[in-house]
């Protein structure tokens, strides 16, 4: 009999949306700073980049502080609104991002999107691409908490294992391209890939960091995964010279 073929430690990828598969994030800031100015504030590039990959609430808190008077709820409508427009006319691929979803639907790797945008925004980047990529959306308005914590990364791990229950963190890779981002992945324990944007991103062995997702292929994902499946087991081994 012929030897099976070896199964990969790969079975699914955590996609961020902005600033990983799409470059949202100028439209982000042309939104916080209409609506900083119409309430007669000023929005630096400064304050902008704090809110890079934060969760929407947090960015609201912040904007308030900036002058706009208005609750929650209303700075994130309004600003998601806005974003929506600019993605109706002009959607802001990322180098490399569709093509190694190709790849990744080609090599039947699962894919899942992990976004602190809200579902409206994210249903209409999904809808943008050629094929249904991604099996299901973890979005900012699904969770309690928003990045840096972990839910969403944790809340998407449980969902794959309801059609795979042998799926661990360590079959999963993260893609993410912002500081809360890659801590909260990093956090959720799932093996986190950095491509840093708008912010730059500090070096940290935690966690591999790539230029762009220009020429990436599946077989570099495989090898994170598996980096970090020996990395789980060489923990989980008795230390030589232990007691038995």
Sequence with gaps: MRPSPSVSPLRA?????DGTIVDTEPYWIAAERSLVEAHGGTWSHEQATQLVGQALTFSAGILQKAGVRMDTRQIIDTLTAQVIQSIQR?????PGARELLDDLHRAGVRCALVTMSEGPLAREIVASLPKPYFEFLVTGDTVTQGKPHPE??????????????????DHCVALEDSAPGVAAAVASGVATVAIPHIVPLPEDPRHTTWDSLSGRTVSELEAIAAGSMATAAGLSAPRPGGSS
């Design 152 to 169: 969403a990364y944790l809340k998407a791990v449980e969902l794959l294992q309801e059609a795979d229950p042998g799926l661990t963190i």
């Design 13 to 17: 990828v955590l996609w961020d949306m």
């Design 90 to 94: 002009s959607v802001p691929w990322r």
